[in-house]
């Protein structure tokens, strides 16, 4: 009887050992806009991918494709990385929305996430990071720090992502400065250091002293670092390019997102969510989830950092609502009254400025 337990107990473990020895890695594909030495917005989706590689070690292989421009050429690759056999792809950048949309029609069994557009279908789902949290807390530095009273904003496209982000700003600014205001400068394009560069020195030659971004590269710290100038990292911490002139950066930390959706494939949970028809998809985190985290708070006075921090926490436990009414937009109309804020359907919705803001968005 105790020879008959042992062979099966033998049997059944070399059964496990076979299967596990079987067992074949999951494919996870990324495409990225830029390179990841853009060391700004695709450097911290590089770094996500690393994250997802020391995690799960030997059970996932990634791939990855760089410089891929939104339009048909990301229909290609995408499509390409789907037939390659990978599982999941993340496509991480705007304009990829409609030819992930399209691959994701032709290869129904293959997962896709979206970073950070609003459409889906069954097997594609949407991430985004609530960018705006950490640009209020900018906002309230910038007001406090400012001896102008302008600051200078370089914005990539028109879109809401990028307005409500201004916005915020602006509402983060007025609560320690309204004498100060935002004026913005339409790079449109996410990542050109030489445009970056030259829309900074035109807000430093117009009087701003703080400047903001909503592109990419380190290029507009580099020009406030050489011109006295101050302002604030995007997607990763910039303080190495910048070391006197970054005041903090907002980092983009899409990791543990990435874990989270690749182990929801392997054990079979894996699904778009819940979210509401405006946000496809129901992962949209901020301060509270660690998706957006601050850096070290520099290059100010102590009481500058407090408030930062004060900001920083209040948004945090939901004290902060950047926008409860009331709000004006810039020519003083009411886009809601006191005791109403704006929901995220609002957000998406977002096509003016708030008071604070000077100027007209594009057409």
Do not use: C
């Not at 830029?34 to 590089?46: K, L, M, N, S, V």
């Amino acid at each position: 009887m105790f020879r008959k337990l042992i062979a099966l107990t033998a049997g059944i473990i070399a059964m496990l050992t076979a299967a596990t020895a079987s067992a074949e890695p999951t494919k996870v594909g990324f495409v990225y806009l830029t390179t990841p030495g853009d060391h700004g917005w695709t450097y911290a989706h590089e770094l996500g991918r690393q994250m997802v590689e020391k995690h799960f070690g030997n059970n996932v292989v990634t791939t990855y494709v760089e410089n891929v421009p939104e339009g048909p050429d990301a229909t290609r690759v995408i499509r390409e990385l789907a037939q390659q056999g990978n599982e999941i792809i993340f496509t991480t950048s705007f304009g990829y929305m409609d030819p992930t949309l399209k691959v994701a029609k032709e290869f129904p069994n293959v997962k896709f996430e979206h970073m950070t557009g609003y459409k889906r279908t069954p097997n594609m789902a949407t991430g985004n990071i609530r960018f705006y949290e950490g640009r209020y807390v900018q906002g309230v530095v910038a007001g406090m720090m400012t001896k102008s009273n302008k600051i200078g904003y370089i914005g990539a496209y028109p879109i809401s992502e990028v307005i409500m982000g201004i916005n915020a700003f602006a509402q983060g600014l007025r609560s320690t400065n309204p004498d100060a205001s935002i004026s913005v400068i339409w790079a449109n394009t996410w990542y050109d250091p030489v445009k970056e560069a030259d829309a900074a020195k035109v807000h430093i030659a117009e009087g701003a002293d703080i400047l903001a971004q909503h592109t990419d590269s380190p290029a507009m710290l580099q020009i406030a670092q050489k011109n006295g100038a101050l302002g604030f990292g995007q997607s990763t911490n910039m303080e190495a390019f910048a070391p006197d002139a970054q005041l903090f950066a907002s980092i983009n930390n899409w990791g543990p997102y990435y874990i989270e959706r690749i182990e929801a494939l392997r054990n079979g949970s894996w699904s778009t969510g819940d979210g509401p028809d405006h946000w496809a998809g129901n992962t949209w985190g901020g301060l509270a989830s660690d998706m957006l985290v601050l850096s070290e708070f520099k290059n100010m006075p102590a009481d500058v950092a407090a408030a930062a921090r004060d900001a920083m926490e209040g948004i945090r436990s939901g004290k902060i609502k950047i926008f409860a009414g009331p709000l004006k937009d810039n020519t003083g109309k009411e886009v809601i009254g006191a005791g109403e804020e704006l929901d995220d359907g609002a957000l998406w919705g977002m096509n003016y400025y708030l008071q604070g803001v000077n100027g007209k968005i594009p057409g």
